[in-house]
């Protein structure tokens, strides 16, 4: 794949006018990836290579600053050690300065802890935990995409309205698990509204029987649900079988399209935040779904949409900079914005988090699409789903 | 009462998919002698054949019984072409070999299906709740209770009532011994291998209304029947009933009245055993 798009890139270069060729003699500008391409999280990883792609073909034509770009894919199957191992395999042996597409939170604090010694830049697309922009936050480290904490946050904003009052907490039994579910406690403790019972199923539990009988048994309006995309995907069968779906409301941090097309029906109903809904109503959005859906024959996913925002973003930074050096990229993207998908992102200097806005969302089902879609119920706007710099509080 | 009744359906629901899946585990060790870390996979691949067959056909039944078979005669084909020739070496050839297997079987299967997980619908028969006197009990779990128990007493009588269960279990006792007497050790084995890959098939099949076929699956459900077979006993399917039981119990009752300890009890569990029968309950000491 590589070999064969450098070849392509090759071929193409000697077809070009001499100005040009001058600019790509400094050769391309090299993105890494170190993915999760195989292995249980596979599908985020399958995400941002998608958004790479049709960045890639978008980007093929002019390049950035007159040079190609080109993406260089490796596999982590979504171990934190293996991550670390192939990043820097793609900062010393090919050269990139910078890396993304890492799909989960553990690889990127183990990446990223390196990246102020590889003097490379890592840009989060995917990885949700609070302490990336807080605790372990360096002058190397971006993250484009909404954290876990603002996901909390708009799903919270949203319940504060709504006549539920009695909430059930599951969330699962590692970090981001944890964090989301202290984190929607006290923003709904702050709401007037109460948390009636909290449980931390396992990583990979595929029987919830218990915690359903359980969530049952605490006459729990909602159930506020912070499981990774498989463990999702299972409870949200279960429940369903159980019939308590119909009893208590699922609320699901990340509403997902991968749980959506594997649990089909049974989804329908339930409510969450989204970090980019794909029924998003703006030109720029229907375009890039459209030309998604070209490309790959499925409607894009929110990690699909975050790291081509990401990309995009990168592009016109480097663009601005007038270089890719390192440096002189981070202080070009410090207080700058951009118009991405779903809406206006500003990249605040104080801690690297982009300033975006935040939705909730329901899943429905419409006939023009073969499975239930997110609906959009609200959309905040960034300075109200953003928390404090280098905190997670919203006060 | 409603409340123990539909914790005592949960664990037993749960032991009848362990059932499935060690049972073949148990089988491959006490007549191969492997420690067949690939088992996992069959199991996989029954339920994404299971789905392809659903998607087919529009049918739940025809895969319960197509499926199996299918994953039976690629296990044998494995058997015969890899594993059969490294019997004689240490373990760790064996291990090295079905992980292996594992890996390749797992990615193929990411290849062919996509990262995103293939939900299947339970038949319309079994789909919604039985009243079972004021507790809506789901009918998929209750269908998986008596197929565990239909599979285990089935296999049971099979090893202890017929002819072809005598040359197997005359082959786990002492193969060399079999062999001197006119068995076909190296066809037993391939039959055995093929045998508990269709097991596993078929618990592949029967889990993909409940969890969904999705990648991992396999690796998830090996721990767990790894430790069946350890608690039961290395070989002895009697044991694997006991075994699935057992853990079936102490994860969903974990789960429910000690939360934060779930995992570890099911361990705690396996050291006691351990430490006073270390052959498992219904193993035979060596």
């Not at chain 1, 798009?5 to 070009?16: I, P």
Request: glycine fraction near 10%.
């Amino acid at each position: 794949m590589n070999r064969r798009r450098f070849l392509a890139l090759s071929a193409a270069s000697l077809a070009t006018p001499a100005f040009v060729r001058r600019a790509w003699a400094q050769g391309p500008i090299r993105i890494g990836m170190p993915a999760a391409l195989s292995g249980a999280y596979a599908q985020y990883g399958i995400q941002a290579r998608r958004a790479a792609d049709l960045f890639a073909k978008d980007i093929k034509a002019k390049g950035i600053l007159g040079r190609p770009v080109e993406f260089i894919f490796e596999d982590t199957a979504g171990d934190p050690a293996t991550a670390v191992r192939k990043a820097q395999k793609l900062v010393e042996k090919d050269g990139v300065k910078f890396l993304t597409g890492v799909a989960l939170s553990s690889e990127a604090l183990a990446v990223s802890a390196k990246c102020p010694e590889w003097k490379v830049i890592f840009m989060s697309t995917i990885n949700g935990a609070g302490t990336l922009t807080t605790k372990s936050f360096h002058r190397y480290f971006f993250r484009v995409n909404t954290s876990g904490p603002m996901g909390a946050r708009a799903i919270s904003l949203y319940l504060a309205e709504s006549p539920m009052k009695r909430f059930f907490a599951l969330g699962s039994d590692y970090a981001w698990g944890r964090d989301s579910a202290a984190s929607f406690t006290q923003q709904i403790t702050v709401a007037k509204k109460d948390v009636v019972g909290t449980d931390y199923p396992p990583v990979g539990t595929k029987d919830f029987a218990s915690y359903i009988a359980k969530i049952r048994q605490s006459r729990a309006e909602g159930v506020y649900l912070a499981l990774p995309g498989q463990d999702a995907t299972i409870y949200m069968k279960q429940a369903h079988q159980f019939g308590l779906s119909r009893e208590v409301k699922p609320i699901m941090e990340i509403l997902e399209l991968e749980n959506m097309k594997a649990v089909g029906d049974a989804m329908v109903g339930a409510i969450g935040s989204s970090r980019y809904p794909f029924t998003v109503d703006t030109p720029k959005n229907k375009d890039f779904v459209r030309r998604f859906h070209e490309l790959h024959g499925v409607y894009p996913d929110m990690f699909d949409g975050e790291t081509y925002e990401g990309l995009e973003w990168l592009a016109q930074v480097i663009a601005k900079a007038g270089t890719d050096d390192v440096e002189k990229v981070i202080d070009a993207w410090e207080d700058s914005g951009y118009e991405g998908l779903e809406g206006p992102f500003f990249m605040r200097k104080c801690d690297h988090q982009a300033v975006q806005p935040g939705f909730a969302v329901e899943c429905v089902k419409d006939p023009k699409y073969p499975h239930p879609i997110p609906k959009i119920l609200a959309t905040y706007a960034g300075d109200k789903v953003t928390p404090k710099c280098r905190t997670e509080d919203f006060s | 009462m409603a409340n123990v009744l539909e914790q005592l359906l949960n664990a037993l629901a749960l032991a009848g998919l362990l059932f499935l899946v060690s049972a073949g585990l148990s089988l491959v060790f006490g007549i191969l002698r492997v420690v067949n870390f690939a088992h996992g996979v069959f199991y996989m691949l029954g339920a994404y054949l299971g789905f392809t067959t659903v998607a087919l056909t529009g049918w739940f039944w025809p895969a319960l019984v197509v499926v199996p078979p299918l994953v039976g005669v690629l296990g044998a084909l494995l058997e015969s072409t890899t594993l059969r020739f490294i019997y004689g070496r240490q373990p760790i050839y064996q291990l090295l070999l079905t992980f292996g297997l594992a890996l390749i079987l797992e990615e193929s299967i990411r290849v062919l299906y996509g990262p995103t997980a293939k939900g299947v619908d339970p038949p319309p028969l079994l789909q919604g709740a039985f009243d079972l006197g004021g507790l809506l009990y789901p009918r998929y779990r209750l269908f998986l209770v008596v197929l565990g128990c239909t599979v285990g007493i089935a296999v049971w009588l099979f090893l202890r009532r017929t002819r072809a269960g005598l040359v197997i279990r005359a082959v786990a006792q002492n193969h060399e011994m079999a062999d001197c007497l006119g068995a076909d050790v190296a066809r037993v084995r391939t039959l055995v291998f093929g045998a508990a890959c269709a097991l596993a098939g078929l618990g592949g099949v029967a889990a993909a209304p409940m969890t969904t076929a999705y990648l991992g699956m396999g690796i998830g459900v090996i721990v767990d029947a790894f430790v069946v077979v350890v608690v039961g006993g290395l070989g002895s399917i009697a044991g694997s009933m006991a075994g699935s039981l057992i853990v079936g119990a102490a994860q969903t009752w974990g789960a429910f009245y000690l939360p934060e300890t779930a995992m570890v009890i099911m361990y705690a569990v396996m050291g006691v055993i351990l430490v006073f029968r270390p052959w498992g309950l219904l193993g035979e000491e060596e």
